[in-house]
């Protein structure tokens, strides 16, 4: 080979770890880890994008700068159904224009309708790539993914009650932490189950009925946590049991399927909204019908799929009676406001609860 | 608030279906009259745009939702009460890369829940290439849900095809013919929903027309060119009417003084399709121009004015 590839790929929620272990065992190449996203990536961002497109725009473009200063000299970046399908190129122009030299993988352009197209791409990345040795990482990442997934979920759950405050928050960064330096499936296998058996031992002052947010919106926003301003987080440290469906492992890996899901809405919708649309108002009302005290539907600023589902969210919080909160966020970086929102939406909801509860 | 399968339309009277004059209406209406007619069923169009409409439709709109949306919901609400059936199509794609934004996904559905306590029916077609539904099969469907046989069905579908075409074909010859005049000529790309709203755009056509300044518009176009074109500026664009608004200003760029980009704020698609197209083509003058529900329209005259003055300029006619 020529030379070694330096390939990144802009961060998403914690996945990079799983992209970082793709690409250093599955291609054979260098990954840059992204730097963690900062307030001066997002200003870089909204600087160089267009007034109104969507904040994750915005954000990974920053975040594609951070990349590049890192020392990448290729990025890859996804296709997408929504907006983010037009994402790739329009950031290349960008950045290009403003004097970057780099090589772009841009996965909509090896969006063909057939699937082994994608593997064009991997080909580019290296050409000398071993498809068995490419398949069992995929498959490795794919359980990675599933492990990241259950932890995150089992972590939000929990957080917020645990007696001694900061462990649950320790044996979470040091899963990660395994995660991104896991060298073969067995790390990650240990990496997983060490954090399991930690998160049993710690002592728990859980309420018997708890207050549970279900967490549901738009793809990016709401599996990134900085994009989100740590909301779930917020959540939690209220004393809140914190849901979410949407990650990876749901919507993509072991994804029901628009008819599956479709049809138990069918009294809302009868035709898939948008990309993410049937999953967060079938999300909304399995919320709603196991009688959870609230949901927070959260969309980036301009987000069509996610403002057009409002009306149903609305319609399903008229007919169980369960209070929504619509947050939209830009790329501010000030998080007063949100925390003023979240705070009357918590007192609302347990001066609720216990009204309900006599 | 769902009908299943439709056959709630079928009635011992003929039912009448409205028209919403707004989003999809430009660019069908030709289609969706001669195909009602053929049928033998009478219909009903909304009002051209006006401010109480508008009104009417932020009202009962999301706050956040496009321009062109609200524009809808009120032509939408104007129809209650004057007709059985209320016609909102939804439309996915026209094939790979071929796709709309995803508003037009959603419209249906959208629609039915922001009125769903009013008692008024809707009436849907569904084309979905990609997802099997070819747009013939989607009227033929809609045909049959409206009770009438396959065989008719498919006539009027083909009937209004034809329909279409012809007067699409008359129309892109009239535009083609503005491109050979000697004033300044200026391309106007929007959505033709925008170009074509009396409350919206109109006003700026009159205005390009009062300065002397011949307006012409970029979508009205050979489709299937259109779209090859798109690709050579911008090979991974997903959005039909964006390409094909794109594929015009490819093809056209050499034959006008300026082109004005026109959209609804806070339009999808073009949020990031007119940046591309501002940085795919620095050597012709572009004035972008973002529509909102405010009225007085002082600041667009002003703009357009100095717009019209430097096109004047580099033709040396100021």
């Known amino acids: 080979m020529a030379r070694e590839r330096k390939i990144s790929f802009p961060m998403v929620a914690n996945y990079n770890s799983v992209v970082k272990y793709f690409v250093e065992h599955g291609l054979n190449a260098a990954f840059i880890m992204p730097p963690k996203l900062t307030r001066r990536t997002v200003e870089i961002g909204a600087k160089n994008s267009p007034d109104y497109v969507c904040a994750p725009f915005k954000t990974l473009l920053g975040n594609m700068v951070d990349a590049l200063e890192a020392g990448a000299d290729t990025l890859v970046m996804t296709m997408g159904l929504c907006r983010l399908g037009y994402y790739a190129e329009l950031q290349e122009q960008i950045l290009k224009d403003l004097g970057y030299d780099f090589e772009m993988i841009n996965l909509a352009a090896y969006s063909t309708g057939k699937n082994r197209d994608y593997f064009k791409a991997v080909r580019r990345l290296n050409p000398r790539v071993s498809l068995g040795r490419l398949a069992l990482t995929f498959a490795e990442c794919l359980k990675m993914v599933e492990h990241i997934d259950e932890i995150e979920e089992e972590y939000y759950r929990n957080c917020g009650f645990e007696r001694h405050p900061g462990q649950y928050k320790k044996v979470y960064d040091r899963f990660l932490l395994n995660m991104e330096l896991a060298r073969n499936v067995r790390d990650i296998e240990a990496g997983y189950l060490k954090a399991k058996r930690e998160f049993q031992a710690i002592l728990l002052d859980k309420p018997e009925q708890p207050l549970r947010v279900g967490v549901i919106g738009e793809y990016f926003t709401v599996m990134d946590e900085f994009s989100n301003l740590y909301l779930e987080q917020k959540l939690a440290d209220m004393g809140v049991e914190v849901h979410r469906w949407m990650n990876l492992t749901h919507r993509n890996i072991h994804y029901q399927g628009q008819k599956n899901l479709g049809v138990q809405i069918s009294e809302y919708c009868r035709y898939e909204m948008g990309p993410t649309s049937t999953a967060n108002i079938w999300c909304a009302k399995n919320y709603a019908v196991h009688g959870f005290d609230g949901i927070i539907h959260l969309k980036s600023a301009g987000c069509t799929p996610e403002i057009d589902i409002m009306p149903v969210l609305q319609n399903i919080s008229r007919d169980y009676k369960i209070p929504v909160l619509y947050l939209t966020y830009d790329s501010q970086t000030s998080d007063t406001g949100l925390m003023t929102r979240v705070e009357a939406f918590y007192d609302m909801i347990s001066m609720r609860k216990q009204v309900v509860q006599i | ?318």
């Not at chain 2, 129809?79 to 199509?89: E, S, W």
């Not at chain 2, 664009?237 to 082109?259: C, F, N, T, Y």
Request: glycine residues 8%; proline residues 3%; positive net charge.
């Open chain 2, 1 to 318: 608030m769902k009908e299943k399968g439709n056959t709630a339309a079928v009635t011992a009277r003929t039912p009448v279906i409205g028209l919403p004059r707004a989003l999809l209406y430009e660019r069908e209406a030709v289609m969706w009259k001669a195909f009602f007619s053929s049928l033998g069923m009478r219909g009903i169009i909304s009002a051209p745009t006006n401010r109480e409409m508008l009104r009417l439709g932020a009202e009962a709109a999301i706050d956040e939702v496009c321009l062109s949306t609200k524009i809808y919901l009120g032509h939408v609400r104007s129809l209650f009460g004057k007709c059985d059936l209320i016609l909102v199509p939804r439309v996915s794609n026209y094939g790979l890369h071929r796709n709309m934004c995803t508003k037009f996904e959603s419209l249906y559905d959208l629609v039915c829940n922001v009125f769903r306590n009013t008692g008024q029916r809707f009436l849907a077609y569904n084309v979905d290439v990609l997802g099997g539904i070819s747009e013939e099969k989607a009227f033929v469907d809609l045909g049959m849900a409206l009770g009438f046989g396959r065989k008719d069905a498919v006539r009027a579908f083909r009937r209004a095809g034809r329909a279409a075409a012809e007067d699409w074909h008359k129309k892109i010859s009239r535009e083609e013919r503005l491109y050979r005049t000697d004033q300044i000529k200026v391309l106007v790309a929007g959505h033709s929903y925008l170009t074509e709203d009396a409350y919206i755009g109109r006003p700026l056509f009159q205005y390009l027309e009062e300065m002397g300044v011949v307006p012409i518009r970029a979508d009205r176009v050979d489709r299937k060119e259109a779209l090859r074109q798109s690709v050579r500026v911008s090979p991974t664009i997903k959005w039909e009417m964006s390409r094909e608004l794109l594929g015009s200003i490819q093809m056209h760029k050499s034959k006008v003084d300026g082109l004005i980009l026109m959209s609804a704020f806070p339009c999808g698609p073009d949020s990031m399709v007119n940046e591309m197209i501002i940085r795919k083509f620095p050597d012709i003058p572009i004035l972008n121009i973002v529509m909102d529900n405010q009225d007085g329209t002082a600041g667009l005259e002003t703009r357009l004015e100095s717009f019209t003055d430097i096109l004047k300029l580099k033709r040396g006619e100021l």
